[in-house]
Protein backbone atom coordinates (compact mmCIF):
# COMPACT_ATOMS: atom_id res chain seq x y z
CA UNK A 1 0.00 0.00 0.00
CA UNK A 2 2.63 2.62 1.14
CA UNK A 3 6.42 2.29 0.60
CA UNK A 4 8.68 5.16 1.75
CA UNK A 5 12.58 4.36 0.66
CA UNK A 6 16.05 6.57 1.83
CA UNK A 7 13.05 9.82 2.00
CA UNK A 8 15.25 13.20 3.19
CA UNK A 9 14.22 16.33 4.38
CA UNK A 10 15.61 19.44 5.30
CA UNK A 11 14.74 22.71 6.52
CA UNK A 12 17.31 25.35 5.27
CA UNK A 13 20.73 23.82 7.21
CA UNK A 14 18.94 22.25 9.65
CA UNK A 15 18.53 18.13 8.94
CA UNK A 16 15.12 16.53 9.63
CA UNK A 17 15.13 13.00 7.93
CA UNK A 18 17.88 10.91 6.89
CA UNK A 19 17.14 8.13 4.76
CA UNK A 20 13.55 7.14 6.29
CA UNK A 21 12.67 3.87 4.55
CA UNK A 22 9.91 1.82 5.68
CA UNK A 23 6.57 0.08 4.19
CA UNK A 24 2.64 -0.77 5.16
CA UNK A 25 0.47 -3.44 3.60
CA UNK A 26 -3.29 -3.18 3.84
CA UNK A 27 -4.64 -3.08 7.00
CA UNK A 28 -1.55 -2.30 9.11
CA UNK A 29 -1.61 -0.12 12.59
CA UNK A 30 1.51 1.36 12.95
CA UNK A 31 2.99 3.96 15.66
CA UNK A 32 5.39 6.64 14.97
CA UNK A 33 7.32 7.23 17.65
CA UNK A 34 10.27 9.79 18.52
CA UNK A 35 10.92 12.61 20.72
CA UNK A 36 9.75 16.76 19.87
CA UNK A 37 10.96 17.77 16.82
CA UNK A 38 12.54 14.48 15.55
CA UNK A 39 10.24 14.60 12.70
CA UNK A 40 7.63 12.33 12.88
CA UNK A 41 4.72 15.60 11.97
CA UNK A 42 7.03 16.35 8.93
CA UNK A 43 6.85 13.09 8.14
CA UNK A 44 3.29 12.59 8.34
CA UNK A 45 2.65 15.38 5.98
CA UNK A 46 4.85 14.70 3.09
CA UNK A 47 2.65 10.37 2.95
CA UNK A 48 -0.37 13.03 3.24
CA UNK A 49 1.36 15.12 0.04
CA UNK A 50 1.01 17.90 2.32
CA UNK A 51 5.14 18.85 2.15
CA UNK A 52 7.21 18.21 -0.18
CA UNK A 53 11.03 16.02 0.45
CA UNK A 54 14.61 16.50 -0.87
CA UNK A 55 15.64 13.15 -2.09
CA UNK A 56 14.38 9.06 -2.05
CA UNK A 57 10.95 7.52 -3.68
CA UNK A 58 7.60 7.37 -2.16
CA UNK A 59 5.26 4.58 -3.75
CA UNK A 60 1.43 4.72 -3.02
CA UNK A 61 -1.33 1.94 -4.53
CA UNK A 62 -3.12 3.49 -7.08
CA UNK A 63 -6.31 5.81 -6.26
CA UNK A 64 -5.71 5.17 -2.49
CA UNK A 65 -7.68 7.21 -0.05
CA UNK A 66 -5.72 9.07 2.30
CA UNK A 67 -7.07 11.15 5.20
CA UNK A 68 -4.98 13.34 7.57
CA UNK A 69 -5.38 14.63 10.75
CA UNK A 70 -2.89 17.23 11.94
CA UNK A 71 -1.64 17.28 15.00
CA UNK A 72 -3.37 20.98 15.67
CA UNK A 73 -6.36 20.60 13.38
CA UNK A 74 -9.00 23.07 14.61
CA UNK A 75 -6.84 25.24 16.98
CA UNK A 76 -8.15 28.40 15.73
CA UNK A 77 -11.10 30.02 15.92
CA UNK A 78 -13.51 29.42 12.64
CA UNK A 79 -16.94 31.00 11.31
CA UNK A 80 -17.44 28.00 9.32
CA UNK A 81 -20.60 25.77 10.50
CA UNK A 82 -20.37 22.61 11.64
CA UNK A 83 -21.72 20.63 9.09
CA UNK A 84 -20.13 22.59 6.15
CA UNK A 85 -17.15 21.54 7.62
CA UNK A 86 -17.33 18.11 7.77
CA UNK A 87 -18.74 17.99 4.04
CA UNK A 88 -15.69 19.72 3.17
CA UNK A 89 -13.60 17.90 4.97
CA UNK A 90 -15.12 14.64 4.03
CA UNK A 91 -14.95 15.96 0.58
CA UNK A 92 -18.53 15.54 0.11
CA UNK A 93 -19.26 19.03 -0.18
CA UNK A 94 -17.04 19.94 -3.55
CA UNK A 95 -18.31 16.53 -5.18
CA UNK A 96 -22.02 17.45 -4.57
CA UNK A 97 -21.22 21.19 -5.55
CA UNK A 98 -19.73 20.18 -8.59
CA UNK A 99 -22.96 17.86 -9.48
CA UNK A 100 -25.44 20.79 -8.86
CA UNK A 101 -23.37 22.96 -11.13
CA UNK A 102 -23.64 20.33 -14.01
CA UNK A 103 -26.86 18.96 -13.24
CA UNK A 104 -28.67 21.86 -15.98
CA UNK A 105 -26.34 20.97 -18.58
CA UNK A 106 -26.11 17.23 -19.18
CA UNK A 107 -27.51 17.51 -22.69
CA UNK A 108 -23.64 18.50 -23.29
CA UNK A 109 -21.44 15.64 -24.12
CA UNK A 110 -18.84 17.29 -22.19
CA UNK A 111 -20.62 18.39 -19.70
CA UNK A 112 -22.07 15.59 -19.12
CA UNK A 113 -18.44 12.86 -18.86
CA UNK A 114 -17.58 15.59 -16.37
CA UNK A 115 -20.76 15.39 -14.22
CA UNK A 116 -20.34 11.57 -14.35
CA UNK A 117 -16.81 11.53 -13.26
CA UNK A 118 -17.74 13.95 -9.85
CA UNK A 119 -20.79 11.76 -9.43
CA UNK A 120 -18.12 8.49 -9.20
CA UNK A 121 -16.14 11.03 -6.50
CA UNK A 122 -19.20 11.62 -4.60
CA UNK A 123 -20.42 7.97 -4.74
CA UNK A 124 -16.97 6.63 -3.77
CA UNK A 125 -16.70 9.14 -0.97
CA UNK A 126 -20.05 8.14 0.19
CA UNK A 127 -21.74 11.02 -0.65
CA UNK A 128 -24.98 9.33 -1.11
CA UNK A 129 -24.98 8.10 2.99
CA UNK A 130 -23.06 11.25 4.18
CA UNK A 131 -25.66 11.45 6.92
CA UNK A 132 -26.47 8.08 8.23
CA UNK A 133 -22.50 7.44 8.27
CA UNK A 134 -22.00 10.95 10.16
CA UNK A 135 -24.89 10.27 12.53
CA UNK A 136 -23.02 7.72 13.62
CA UNK A 137 -19.54 8.84 13.93
CA UNK A 138 -20.95 11.84 15.12
CA UNK A 139 -22.41 9.67 18.14
CA UNK A 140 -19.24 7.79 18.87
CA UNK A 141 -17.55 10.23 19.26
CA UNK A 142 -20.57 12.35 21.96
CA UNK A 143 -21.03 15.31 18.97
CA UNK A 144 -24.56 14.36 18.10
CA UNK A 145 -25.39 17.28 20.49
CA UNK A 146 -23.93 19.92 18.34
CA UNK A 147 -26.57 21.60 16.09
CA UNK A 148 -25.48 21.61 11.99
CA UNK A 149 -25.55 25.52 11.79
CA UNK A 150 -23.21 25.85 15.22
CA UNK A 151 -20.07 27.81 14.48
CA UNK A 152 -16.68 26.18 14.88
CA UNK A 153 -15.48 28.58 17.04
CA UNK A 154 -18.24 28.10 19.64
CA UNK A 155 -17.12 24.39 20.34
CA UNK A 156 -14.45 23.44 23.65
CA UNK A 157 -10.96 22.37 22.59
CA UNK A 158 -12.01 19.02 22.68
CA UNK A 159 -15.35 19.64 20.56
CA UNK A 160 -12.93 21.42 17.78
CA UNK A 161 -10.74 18.19 18.23
CA UNK A 162 -13.42 15.54 17.69
CA UNK A 163 -15.12 17.54 14.84
CA UNK A 164 -11.49 17.42 13.14
CA UNK A 165 -11.51 13.62 13.75
CA UNK A 166 -14.64 13.25 12.25
CA UNK A 167 -13.91 15.23 9.14
CA UNK A 168 -11.04 12.74 8.40
CA UNK A 169 -13.10 9.81 9.35
CA UNK A 170 -16.11 10.29 7.02
CA UNK A 171 -13.57 10.32 4.03
CA UNK A 172 -13.67 6.39 4.15
CA UNK A 173 -10.19 6.46 3.28
CA UNK A 174 -7.76 3.51 2.66
CA UNK A 175 -4.88 4.97 5.39
CA UNK A 176 -5.33 7.26 8.03
CA UNK A 177 -2.79 9.47 9.02
CA UNK A 178 -3.39 10.65 12.61
CA UNK A 179 -0.88 13.09 14.65
CA UNK A 180 -1.91 12.79 18.44
CA UNK A 181 -5.30 11.70 17.46
CA UNK A 182 -6.50 11.44 21.08
CA UNK A 183 -5.32 15.43 22.44
CA UNK A 184 -7.90 16.59 24.49
CA UNK A 185 -10.43 13.27 23.46
CA UNK A 186 -13.11 12.44 26.62
CA UNK A 187 -13.04 8.99 27.67
CA UNK A 188 -15.73 8.01 25.68
CA UNK A 189 -14.67 9.02 22.05
CA UNK A 190 -11.56 7.81 22.95
CA UNK A 191 -12.66 4.08 23.54
CA UNK A 192 -14.61 4.64 20.74
CA UNK A 193 -11.97 5.53 18.57
CA UNK A 194 -9.33 2.79 19.86
CA UNK A 195 -12.51 0.00 18.36
CA UNK A 196 -12.46 2.11 15.09
CA UNK A 197 -9.07 1.74 14.65
CA UNK A 198 -8.77 -1.71 15.61
CA UNK A 199 -11.65 -3.05 13.09
CA UNK A 200 -11.41 -0.70 10.02
CA UNK A 201 -9.89 -1.95 7.25
CA UNK A 202 -7.75 1.14 6.41
CA UNK A 203 -4.30 1.07 7.15
CA UNK A 204 -3.31 3.73 10.05
CA UNK A 205 -0.28 5.11 10.80
CA UNK A 206 -0.41 7.31 14.05
CA UNK A 207 1.62 9.43 15.78
CA UNK A 208 0.36 9.59 19.94
CA UNK A 209 1.82 10.22 23.14
CA UNK A 210 -1.07 7.78 24.86
CA UNK A 211 0.62 4.73 26.04
CA UNK A 212 -2.59 2.53 26.54
CA UNK A 213 -3.95 3.95 23.09
CA UNK A 214 -0.55 2.42 21.29
CA UNK A 215 -0.57 -0.35 23.26
CA UNK A 216 -4.74 -1.41 22.00
CA UNK A 217 -4.98 -0.32 18.61
CA UNK A 218 -0.70 -1.25 16.68
CA UNK A 219 1.08 -3.94 16.29
CA UNK A 220 4.13 -2.33 14.86
CA UNK A 221 6.27 0.66 16.02
CA UNK A 222 8.36 2.76 14.13
CA UNK A 223 11.30 4.59 15.65
CA UNK A 224 12.49 8.12 14.68
CA UNK A 225 15.82 8.93 15.96
CA UNK A 226 16.69 12.45 16.98
CA UNK A 227 20.45 11.78 15.99
CA UNK A 228 20.56 8.95 13.46
CA UNK A 229 17.47 10.92 11.75
CA UNK A 230 16.84 7.60 10.56
CA UNK A 231 13.47 4.94 10.73
CA UNK A 232 13.52 1.82 12.54
CA UNK A 233 11.15 -1.04 12.87
CA UNK A 234 9.90 -3.00 15.67
CA UNK A 235 7.19 -5.20 16.85
CA UNK A 236 4.29 -4.96 19.40
CA UNK A 237 2.81 -2.12 20.89
CA UNK A 238 4.13 0.91 22.85
CA UNK A 239 5.00 -1.87 25.93
CA UNK A 240 6.77 -4.24 23.45
CA UNK A 241 8.49 -1.61 21.64
CA UNK A 242 9.91 0.23 24.97
CA UNK A 243 11.09 -2.68 26.61
CA UNK A 244 12.95 -4.11 23.23
CA UNK A 245 14.43 -0.71 22.81
CA UNK A 246 15.49 -0.60 26.85
CA UNK A 247 16.74 -4.42 26.25
CA UNK A 248 18.71 -2.88 22.81
CA UNK A 249 20.51 0.15 24.73
CA UNK A 250 21.53 -1.98 27.31
CA UNK A 251 23.22 -4.93 25.92
CA UNK A 252 24.92 -2.48 23.80
CA UNK A 253 26.33 -0.61 26.44
CA UNK A 254 26.90 -3.61 27.65
CA UNK A 255 29.13 -4.62 24.61
CA UNK A 256 30.61 -1.34 24.61
CA UNK A 257 32.00 -1.40 27.77
CA UNK A 258 33.37 -5.04 27.55
CA UNK A 259 35.04 -3.84 24.37
CA UNK A 260 36.74 -0.94 26.13
CA UNK A 261 37.80 -2.76 28.88
CA UNK A 262 39.13 -5.45 26.98
CA UNK A 263 40.79 -3.00 24.69
CA UNK A 264 41.97 -0.85 27.49
CA UNK A 265 43.79 -4.49 28.36
CA UNK A 266 45.63 -4.85 25.25
CA UNK A 267 46.62 -1.41 24.98
CA UNK A 268 48.31 -1.71 28.78
CA UNK A 269 49.74 -4.98 28.04
CA UNK A 270 51.20 -3.38 24.75
CA UNK A 271 52.49 -0.76 26.47
CA UNK A 272 54.19 -2.90 29.22
CA UNK A 273 55.91 -5.10 26.44
CA UNK A 274 57.21 -1.36 25.07
CA UNK A 275 58.57 -0.26 28.14
CA UNK A 276 60.25 -3.85 28.59
CA UNK A 277 61.62 -3.59 25.26
CA UNK A 278 62.97 -0.25 26.00
CA UNK A 279 64.64 -1.53 29.17
CA UNK A 280 66.10 -4.24 27.42
CA UNK A 281 68.09 -2.21 25.22
CA UNK A 282 69.69 -0.29 27.18
CA UNK A 283 70.48 -3.44 29.62
CA UNK A 284 74.01 -4.70 30.27
CA UNK A 285 74.01 -8.04 30.36
CA UNK A 286 77.11 -9.68 32.22
CA UNK A 287 78.30 -11.95 29.02
CA UNK A 288 81.70 -11.00 28.25
CA UNK A 289 81.60 -12.16 24.86
CA UNK A 290 79.74 -8.24 23.64
CA UNK A 291 78.64 -10.66 20.25
CA UNK A 292 76.57 -12.78 21.78
CA UNK A 293 75.45 -9.91 24.56
CA UNK A 294 74.27 -7.78 21.40
CA UNK A 295 72.38 -10.35 19.93
CA UNK A 296 70.90 -11.89 22.83
CA UNK A 297 69.34 -8.24 23.45
CA UNK A 298 68.30 -7.52 20.12
CA UNK A 299 66.53 -10.51 19.77
CA UNK A 300 64.74 -10.06 23.18
CA UNK A 301 64.24 -6.53 21.76
CA UNK A 302 62.59 -7.41 18.44
CA UNK A 303 60.55 -10.07 19.99
CA UNK A 304 58.91 -7.59 22.41
CA UNK A 305 58.66 -5.05 20.28
CA UNK A 306 56.74 -7.73 17.36
CA UNK A 307 54.40 -8.61 20.20
CA UNK A 308 53.36 -4.80 21.17
CA UNK A 309 52.75 -4.20 18.03
CA UNK A 310 50.70 -7.04 17.23
CA UNK A 311 48.93 -6.19 20.89
CA UNK A 312 48.36 -2.85 19.22
CA UNK A 313 47.12 -3.60 15.79
CA UNK A 314 44.41 -6.09 18.06
CA UNK A 315 43.65 -3.21 20.08
CA UNK A 316 42.57 -1.07 16.63
CA UNK A 317 40.45 -4.28 16.05
CA UNK A 318 38.53 -3.58 19.18
CA UNK A 319 36.87 -1.08 17.74
CA UNK A 320 34.30 -2.58 16.20
CA UNK A 321 31.27 -0.89 18.39
CA UNK A 322 30.82 2.97 18.39
CA UNK A 323 30.56 5.14 21.13
CA UNK A 324 27.16 4.67 22.12
CA UNK A 325 25.15 7.54 20.61
CA UNK A 326 22.87 8.38 23.67
CA UNK A 327 20.91 11.31 24.99
CA UNK A 328 21.43 12.47 28.28
CA UNK A 329 17.89 11.70 30.25
CA UNK A 330 15.56 14.72 30.20
CA UNK A 331 15.00 15.13 34.43
CA UNK A 332 13.98 18.42 35.87
CA UNK A 333 12.37 18.92 39.48
CA UNK A 334 10.06 21.20 40.95
CA UNK A 335 11.32 23.21 43.68
CA UNK A 336 10.42 22.24 47.49
CA UNK A 337 7.68 24.46 48.36
CA UNK A 338 4.84 24.83 51.19
CA UNK A 339 1.65 25.55 50.00
CA UNK A 340 -0.42 27.63 52.03
CA UNK A 341 -3.76 25.85 53.40
CA UNK A 342 -6.52 26.57 52.51
CA UNK A 343 -4.77 27.06 48.98
CA UNK A 344 -7.75 29.14 47.47
CA UNK A 345 -12.00 28.29 48.33
CA UNK A 346 -14.83 28.75 45.72
CA UNK A 347 -18.08 30.40 47.09
CA UNK A 348 -21.52 29.93 44.57
CA UNK A 349 -19.16 30.55 41.93
CA UNK A 350 -21.08 30.65 38.41
CA UNK A 351 -18.00 30.26 36.01
CA UNK A 352 -18.29 30.65 32.47
CA UNK A 353 -18.89 33.25 29.63
CA UNK A 354 -21.91 36.08 29.09
CA UNK A 355 -23.29 34.76 26.25
CA UNK A 356 -22.88 30.87 25.95
CA UNK A 357 -21.45 28.73 28.60
CA UNK A 358 -22.95 28.92 32.15
CA UNK A 359 -22.15 26.64 35.11
CA UNK A 360 -24.55 26.49 38.07
CA UNK A 361 -23.42 28.37 41.45
CA UNK A 362 -20.33 26.32 43.21
CA UNK A 363 -18.67 26.20 46.08
CA UNK A 364 -15.86 23.81 47.21
CA UNK A 365 -12.26 24.31 48.50
CA UNK A 366 -8.83 22.93 48.01
CA UNK A 367 -5.99 22.28 51.08
CA UNK A 368 -2.52 22.29 50.63
CA UNK A 369 -0.87 19.22 49.10
CA UNK A 370 -4.33 17.87 47.78
CA UNK A 371 -4.21 16.72 44.62
CA UNK A 372 -7.61 17.47 42.71
CA UNK A 373 -8.93 16.02 39.03
CA UNK A 374 -11.85 17.57 37.51
CA UNK A 375 -13.16 14.94 34.96
CA UNK A 376 -16.38 15.59 32.55
CA UNK A 377 -17.09 15.58 28.90
CA UNK A 378 -15.97 17.79 26.28
CA UNK A 379 -17.44 20.83 26.27
CA UNK A 380 -18.53 20.06 29.95
CA UNK A 381 -16.48 23.44 31.20
CA UNK A 382 -13.03 22.05 32.80
CA UNK A 383 -10.99 24.45 31.03
CA UNK A 384 -13.53 27.54 31.80
CA UNK A 385 -13.33 25.85 35.33
CA UNK A 386 -9.45 26.08 35.91
CA UNK A 387 -9.09 29.54 34.15
CA UNK A 388 -11.03 30.85 36.66
CA UNK A 389 -9.68 28.87 39.65
CA UNK A 390 -6.74 29.92 38.32
CA UNK A 391 -7.43 33.76 37.87
CA UNK A 392 -7.23 33.95 34.40
CA UNK A 393 -11.20 34.62 33.95
CA UNK A 394 -13.11 35.97 36.61
CA UNK A 395 -16.21 34.38 37.58
CA UNK A 396 -19.92 35.49 36.80
CA UNK A 397 -20.79 35.62 40.26
CA UNK A 398 -19.87 34.57 43.60
CA UNK A 399 -16.10 34.71 44.61
CA UNK A 400 -12.64 32.82 44.57
CA UNK A 401 -10.60 33.76 47.50
CA UNK A 402 -6.88 32.64 47.20
CA UNK A 403 -4.66 32.68 49.69
CA UNK A 404 -1.84 35.54 50.12
CA UNK A 405 0.98 33.05 50.12
CA UNK A 406 -0.21 31.03 46.49
CA UNK A 407 2.53 31.09 43.56
CA UNK A 408 -0.01 29.89 40.80
CA UNK A 409 1.74 27.95 37.75
CA UNK A 410 -0.07 26.51 34.61
CA UNK A 411 -0.17 24.27 32.10
CA UNK A 412 -3.21 25.04 30.06
CA UNK A 413 -4.49 23.60 26.82
CA UNK A 414 -3.45 26.35 24.26
CA UNK A 415 -0.62 27.81 25.77
CA UNK A 416 -1.87 30.91 25.12
CA UNK A 417 0.22 32.75 27.56
CA UNK A 418 3.28 32.17 25.26
CA UNK A 419 4.24 34.74 23.07
CA UNK A 420 5.09 32.57 19.49
CA UNK A 421 6.53 35.56 18.05
CA UNK A 422 9.64 36.18 20.73
CA UNK A 423 12.11 33.08 21.53
CA UNK A 424 12.25 31.13 24.80
CA UNK A 425 15.64 33.11 25.46
CA UNK A 426 13.57 36.50 25.50
CA UNK A 427 10.53 34.94 27.12
CA UNK A 428 12.53 34.05 30.31
CA UNK A 429 13.89 37.17 30.00
CA UNK A 430 10.76 38.70 30.63
CA UNK A 431 9.70 36.66 33.32
CA UNK A 432 12.61 36.28 35.65
CA UNK A 433 14.44 39.53 34.83
CA UNK A 434 18.32 39.09 35.95
CA UNK A 435 17.50 35.39 36.86
CA UNK A 436 16.51 34.46 33.51
CA UNK A 437 20.24 33.58 32.27
CA UNK A 438 21.09 31.28 35.32
CA UNK A 439 17.39 29.66 35.30
CA UNK A 440 17.87 29.01 31.12
CA UNK A 441 21.30 28.02 31.28
CA UNK A 442 19.73 25.13 33.97
CA UNK A 443 16.86 24.37 32.39
CA UNK A 444 18.72 23.80 28.66
CA UNK A 445 20.06 20.66 30.46
CA UNK A 446 17.21 18.93 32.10
CA UNK A 447 15.03 19.65 28.64
CA UNK A 448 17.88 18.93 26.62
CA UNK A 449 17.38 22.04 24.39
CA UNK A 450 19.91 23.27 21.99
CA UNK A 451 21.35 27.26 22.05
CA UNK A 452 20.12 27.28 18.61
CA UNK A 453 16.10 26.10 20.11
CA UNK A 454 16.39 28.84 22.95
CA UNK A 455 17.26 31.54 20.14
CA UNK A 456 14.15 30.55 17.96
CA UNK A 457 11.25 32.17 17.52
CA UNK A 458 8.43 29.99 19.46
CA UNK A 459 5.92 29.78 16.45
CA UNK A 460 8.75 27.93 14.45
CA UNK A 461 8.65 25.00 17.03
CA UNK A 462 7.15 21.81 16.71
CA UNK A 463 4.20 21.72 18.61
CA UNK A 464 6.22 19.50 20.96
CA UNK A 465 8.48 21.71 21.65
CA UNK A 466 6.34 24.87 22.75
CA UNK A 467 5.07 22.87 24.93
CA UNK A 468 8.46 21.89 26.53
CA UNK A 469 8.98 25.63 26.54
CA UNK A 470 5.87 26.51 29.27
CA UNK A 471 6.70 23.15 31.15
CA UNK A 472 10.08 24.53 31.48
CA UNK A 473 8.47 28.48 32.39
CA UNK A 474 6.63 26.61 35.00
CA UNK A 475 9.44 24.70 36.56
CA UNK A 476 11.18 28.14 36.95
CA UNK A 477 8.17 29.76 38.34
CA UNK A 478 8.40 28.18 41.87
CA UNK A 479 4.72 27.60 42.23
CA UNK A 480 3.34 25.81 44.63
CA UNK A 481 -0.02 25.34 43.14
CA UNK A 482 -0.06 24.04 40.02
CA UNK A 483 -3.27 24.37 37.22
CA UNK A 484 -2.73 21.28 34.50
CA UNK A 485 -5.22 21.12 31.38
CA UNK A 486 -4.10 18.30 29.39
CA UNK A 487 -0.33 18.74 30.26
CA UNK A 488 0.59 15.34 27.74
CA UNK A 489 -0.61 16.94 25.06
CA UNK A 490 1.54 17.17 22.32
CA UNK A 491 4.82 15.47 24.34
CA UNK A 492 6.67 13.26 23.86
CA UNK A 493 6.98 9.91 26.20
CA UNK A 494 9.89 10.44 27.29
CA UNK A 495 9.07 14.06 28.81
CA UNK A 496 5.69 12.71 30.11
CA UNK A 497 7.54 9.82 31.79
CA UNK A 498 10.43 12.44 33.00
CA UNK A 499 7.20 14.71 34.32
CA UNK A 500 5.30 11.44 36.07
CA UNK A 501 8.48 11.53 38.06
CA UNK A 502 9.05 15.14 39.07
CA UNK A 503 5.19 15.53 40.37
CA UNK A 504 5.35 12.19 42.20
CA UNK A 505 7.90 14.51 44.50
CA UNK A 506 5.92 17.54 44.14
CA UNK A 507 5.09 18.83 47.42
CA UNK A 508 2.51 21.32 46.55
CA UNK A 509 -1.41 21.38 45.14
CA UNK A 510 -2.15 19.88 41.71
CA UNK A 511 -5.25 20.78 39.83
CA UNK A 512 -5.50 18.31 37.10
CA UNK A 513 -7.48 18.08 34.20
CA UNK A 514 -6.75 15.41 31.44
CA UNK A 515 -8.13 11.96 29.64
CA UNK A 516 -4.47 10.37 29.65
CA UNK A 517 -5.00 7.14 31.28
CA UNK A 518 -1.83 6.08 32.32
CA UNK A 519 -0.87 10.16 33.48
CA UNK A 520 -4.12 9.70 35.88
CA UNK A 521 -2.92 6.57 37.31
CA UNK A 522 0.82 8.02 37.87
CA UNK A 523 -0.92 11.34 39.89
CA UNK A 524 -2.49 9.59 42.59
CA UNK A 525 -5.50 12.09 42.96
CA UNK A 526 -6.71 12.28 46.18
CA UNK A 527 -10.34 14.12 45.72
CA UNK A 528 -12.13 13.69 42.08
CA UNK A 529 -14.80 15.91 40.64
CA UNK A 530 -17.46 15.57 38.00
CA UNK A 531 -18.42 18.04 35.67
CA UNK A 532 -21.76 17.44 34.19
CA UNK A 533 -24.81 20.01 33.14
CA UNK A 534 -23.19 22.82 34.83
CA UNK A 535 -22.98 21.30 37.90
CA UNK A 536 -20.11 19.52 40.21
CA UNK A 537 -20.43 16.64 42.13
CA UNK A 538 -17.72 14.54 44.20
CA UNK A 539 -16.69 11.34 42.48
CA UNK A 540 -15.67 8.27 44.77
CA UNK A 541 -12.78 7.29 42.62
CA UNK A 542 -12.14 7.28 38.82
CA UNK A 543 -13.94 3.77 38.30
CA UNK A 544 -17.19 5.55 39.54
CA UNK A 545 -16.91 7.66 36.64
CA UNK A 546 -16.42 4.73 34.04
CA UNK A 547 -19.13 3.00 35.54
CA UNK A 548 -21.03 5.73 34.99
CA UNK A 549 -20.40 6.38 31.36
CA UNK A 550 -19.87 2.31 30.43
CA UNK A 551 -23.66 2.25 29.31
CA UNK A 552 -23.91 4.50 26.51
CA UNK A 553 -20.20 3.56 25.67
CA UNK A 554 -21.08 -0.14 25.19
CA UNK A 555 -23.70 0.88 23.23
CA UNK A 556 -21.98 2.85 20.93
CA UNK A 557 -19.24 0.81 20.66
CA UNK A 558 -22.05 -2.07 19.72
CA UNK A 559 -23.32 0.25 16.97
CA UNK A 560 -19.90 0.85 15.72
CA UNK A 561 -19.40 -2.77 15.16
CA UNK A 562 -22.84 -3.33 13.27
CA UNK A 563 -21.74 -0.35 10.77
CA UNK A 564 -18.12 -1.71 10.52
CA UNK A 565 -20.10 -4.63 9.49
CA UNK A 566 -22.40 -2.95 6.99
CA UNK A 567 -19.60 -0.92 5.80
CA UNK A 568 -21.53 2.08 7.57
Known amino acids: MLTLRDIRKRYETRRILEGVSFS ?22 IIAGEESYDRGEMVKVNRILVGYLPQEALSES ?10 RMSGVGEAGRHMARLEHSLEQPEKLAEYEEWQKTFERLGGYQFRQRARGILEGLALSHISEDCPLDQLSGGERRKTALAGVLLRGVDLLLLDEPTNNLDLPALLWLERYVTKTKAACLVASHDRQFLDTVVS ?39 QET ?72 FPETEAPAPVLSATDVVFGYPVGFQSDPVTFSLSAGQRVGFFGLNGAGKSTLLRTLSGELAPLSGSVDRSEDIVIGNLMQEHEDINRAKTPAQIFERRFGEEAEAKLRILLRQFRFS ?40 LDLET ?29 LDVLFLLEAGSIEPLVNLEAYRERLMPNILRNLKRLDERIEKKF
Not at 227 to 256: C, F, I, P, S
Not at 284 to 291: E, F, L, Q
Not at 464 to 474: F, I, K, Q, T, W
Request: hydrophobic share 35%.
Open 220 to 258: RVIELDSLTKKATLYAGGWTEYAAMKAHQVRTYLEAYRA
Open 78 to 87: SEETFITYLE
Open 24 to 45: MGEGQKMALVGENGVGKSTLLK
Open 262 to 333: EKARVLASSEEKREWADIGSKQVMPDNDHMSQGYHRDRSERKLGTQAKTLTSRAKRLNKLDRPAVHDPILFS
Open 451 to 490: IDLAETRVKYLSPGERVRVALALLVASGANTLFFDEPTNH
Open 496 to 524: IEAMEEALEDFSGTIVLVTHDRRFIEHMR
